[in-house]
């Protein structure tokens, strides 16, 4: 499945705001501090295969995949 980057990593900025009760404008940090916004854009382009990535934001724990799931602290955000 390929994703659009800059909606996938929208979705993930979306999400860790959920995750800590805010909107995304209230984050006080950057997704690109913690993960090169080079590397979701390249796993988004793959057409091809499985993957997935595990990564530290902050105070969270976020894994992503392929298909565009969304794991924030072990809960599945859509």
Not at 13 to 20: F, M, N, P, Q, R
Not at 25 to 34: G, I, K, P, V
Not at 51 to 68: A, P, R, Y
Request: proline letters at 3%; a negative charge.
């Amino acid at each position: 499945m390929k994703l659009d980057s800059v909606e996938f990593t929208t979705r993930v900025i979306e999400c860790l705001a959920d995750a800590d009760g805010l909107e995304p404008t209230e984050l006080d940090y950057n997704l690109h501090d913690y993960i090169d916004p080079d590397v979701l854009r390249k796993l988004g382009e793959m057409e091809r295969g499985t993957w997935e990535i595990t990564f530290q934001v902050s105070d969270h724990q976020v894994t992503i995949n392929q298909d565009g799931g969304i794991i924030i602290d072990g809960a599945k955000y859509n």
